[in-house]
Nanobody, 124 residues
Framework: QVRLVESGGGLVQAGGSLRLSCAASGRTFRSAAMGWFRQAPGKEREFVAAISWSDTNTNYADSVKGRFTISRDNTKNTVYLRMNSLKPEDTAVYYC?????????????????WGQGTQVTVSS
């Protein structure tokens, strides 16, 4: 298991930017693909982005492609989500997740470890 703690959420105006961070504990971080998911009020959790353990493969939801960038620093056990050109529909709780020994999947059931989430609110 990997323990995950997200940070960096907040309130931002439409068109603005935020960078989310997810700090992972444990030596298994370097063997885990990492993902970001989000859940808006009254909606199901949805995939946002994922990155392979080696940083060679990334995967994005169509709704964020070209605006969001996922990256990781294995020396710091941290994964990031840079969010640009934010829209009100990006408002949600954002969750970091780990897929130990897995791929940069877009399926939530492939990820076995989850953080507690960080709120992102985009005002119009």
């Amino acid at each position: 298991q990997v323990r995950l703690v997200e940070s960096g959420g907040g309130l931002v105006q439409a068109g603005g930017s935020l960078r989310l961070s997810c700090a992972a504990s444990g030596r298994t971080f370097r063997s885990a693909a990492m993902g970001w998911f989000r859940q808006a009020p009254g909606k199901e959790r949805e995939f946002v982005a994922a990155i392979s353990w080696s940083d060679t493969n990334t995967n994005y939801a169509d709704s964020v492609k070209g605006r969001f960038t996922i990256s990781r620093d294995n020396t710091k056990n941290t994964v990031y989500l840079r969010m640009n050109s934010l829209k009100p529909e990006d408002t949600a709780v954002y969750y970091c997740a780990a897929n130990l020994y897995g791929s940069a999947s877009n399926r939530a059931d492939h990820f076995g470890s989850w953080g507690q989430g960080t709120q992102v609110t985009v005002s119009s």
